[in-house]
């Protein structure tokens, strides 16, 4: 079946609508052209590429190794899928209107992007912000492709790969789609990711065998920018201002559901709104197919703070991809998704309408949308909680990397250990120590197995997200898993190390961080960096 061929619901990301509320604060906290073608460099307007992206023996992001790289990946006369974004501020309607950043559209998310494994991707980026934002924040911005290995000059992070794009101008990404799978992109600027800077992409397998019917995209957020003149630069201010001080009280578990699967912290930011495609819970976006049918559901977390706990009511959930790599099959209940994961389902939808919910692991409160097979069908109540929350839960240990996509056993020929850690009073995140203005870059050469031991020192659960590579899970305690999951985004629970394994085959400089974006602005990033 081509992906043409089937149905779309009115629960597109960029255009469906509907959701729920509830103001909480835990923690007193609410709060020119350029282009990058070709193998080319970006550069926008004026500007340059950065002065120092890499040091003398590094693999910079403008390298021979780079273009080599890409000129491998491109496929001879391989269609071109144009699509333009322009970064502005605009009022949004989320059932309830606020002022915000957009990709242009008038929505958030931004614009569903799509095309084949293979397809180049160019990317039109005009970057209307204001040139001095009323709060402070940085009027400069950039894109980046979360979960693709592409060549690392077009991954969209300011003063690693790129300059970041200055207002008033445009700049271009094109790069090869590659594997097929559930994708997103945004900013990767500052706290941008929190001003609704984010949107879906997904690229279709020319191979795909078909196995359902209807698709939805769901794309989970937490919301606070413009809310009560809240913006994220004002809450990272209030965070750093404040500390960590704790309200145990407050730390309530989702929805009225079972204990926090992400330790006893779920997040430093308690948002007054959580959303599904763009809508509060009163105003929900719906979903539609018919009774019998097969849906696969792509579920994308791109929260700044909040891991969602997600459960279709009346249905139980078969996990076909993790991070977009296909799985062995695993049929649960319920599954938990931290900040920048995603997986696949499969339903076997009933008659009716039935409550999709994301409850805020750790939190108070959730997000929720409809998926209707029944016309005449009343919809449940708005506060109805699926006891499919309580069920059973998907664990790491349940997934399986398919046959097709096992990483190929091999004795590592190099281990990093990052251990994380936190300045609480200061509200400063660390990796080995080190605020990401202060890093000592990870070396790795390519051709070689790299392991990644990632050591949680903190009483927080930390999203451990690597740039351009996939790798695979694996136990610490042991040889290793030879089958773990393949994936670009891990929850490391507190107290607990998680390890894994990549082949380093991508050259350039390439970030790795925790994905929670008040964690990552306030120093917990650094880069794996290959050396000549």
């Known amino acids: 079946m081509n992906p043409s061929d089937r149905q779309q619901s009115n629960g ?43 040091s003398s023996s590094s693999v910079g992001p403008n390298s021979p190794q780079v273009a080599r790289f890409a000129a491998a990946h491109a496929r001879s006369g391989a269609p071109v899928r144009d699509y333009a974004l322009t970064t502005r501020p605009e009022q ?16 958030v998310p931004g614009p569903l992007l799509r095309g084949t494994t293979g397809d180049q991707l160019r990317v039109a980026l005009t970057n209307q912000l204001p040139t001095v934002s009323p709060d402070g924040a940085p009027s400069g911005t950039s894109v980046h492709w979360h979960g693709l290995a592409i060549r690392n000059d077009m991954d969209g992070v300011p003063d690693v790969t790129q300059p970041a794009i200055p207002a008033g101008t445009t700049a271009t990404y094109q790069f090869t789609l590659p594997h097929p799978g559930t994708y997103w992109y945004h900013s990767h600027d500052g706290v941008q990711r929190d001003r609704g800077l984010t949107g879906p992409l997904i690229i279709d397998d020319p191979a795909e065998p078909g196995h359902y019917d209807a698709e939805f995209i769901v794309v989970l957020d937490d919301w606070i920018d413009g809310i009560g003149g809240a913006t994220p630069a004002g809450v990272l201010a209030d965070l750093h201002r404040a500390g960590m001080r704790m309200d145990m009280g407050s730390m309530g578990s989702m929805m009225g559901g079972p204990t926090s699967a992400v330790g006893g912290d779920g997040g430093d930011v308690d948002y007054p709104y959580y959303l599904v495609n763009g809508r509060i819970p009163d105003a929900p976006t719906v979903f539609t197919a018919r009774p019998g049918q097969r849906a696969r559901i792509r579920v994308i977390n791109a929260a700044a703070d909040t891991a969602f706990r997600v459960a279709l009511g009346g249905h139980r959930l078969t996990v076909t991809h993790a991070d977009a790599y296909p799985v062995t099959p695993a049929t649960v209940d319920t599954v938990l998704l931290g900040s920048g994961e995603r997986y696949d389902l499969l339903v076997y939808l009933c008659d009716g309408v039935f409550p ?84 000592q870059p990870l070396p790795i050469r ?39 999951a393949r994936k670009d985004t891990v929850n490391v629970l507190p107290r607990q190390t998680v390890a894994v394994e990549f082949d380093a085959d991508n050259p350039g400089q390439w970030l790795t961080h925790c994905h929670l974006a008040y964690h990552e602005a306030a120093g917990m990033m650094t880069v794996v960096s290959y050396q000549a």
Not at 23 to 40: H, I
Not at 410 to 428: E, F, S, W
Not at 475 to 482: E, M, N, T, Y
């Open 356 to 439: 999709l919910v994301a409850a805020a692991e750790g939190k108070t409160g959730g997000a929720r949308a409809l998926v209707r097979t029944s016309p005449a069908a009343a919809a449940p109540p708005a506060g109805l909680v699926p006891a499919e929350l309580g069920g059973r839960l998907l664990g790491y240990a349940d997934l399986h990397a398919d046959p097709s996509v096992v990483l190929p056993g091999r004795a590592p020929d190099r281990t990093h250990q990052l251990v994380l850690t936190a300045d609480m009073g200061r509200y400063v995140w660390m990796i080995n120590g080190r605020t990401f203005d202060q890093r």
């Open 446 to 484: 390519e051709g070689e197995r790299v392991r990644l031991e990632f050591v949680n020192q903190t009483m927080m659960y930390h999203p451990m997200h690597l740039h351009g590579h996939t790798f695979a899970l694996r136990d610490p305690s042991s040889s290793g898993r030879p089958d773990g």
């Open 92 to 107: 949004v309607d989320l059932g309830i209107t606020v002022p915000t950043w957009t990709y242009g559209t008038g929505t």
């Open 12 to 54: 597109d990301p960029s255009h469906g609508r509907d959701l729920g509320s509830r103001p909480v604060s835990r923690r007193g906290v609410l709060a020119g052209a350029g282009t990058l073608a070709g193998l080319g460099a970006l550069a926008a307007c004026g500007a340059g590429p950065p002065a120092a992206l890499a």
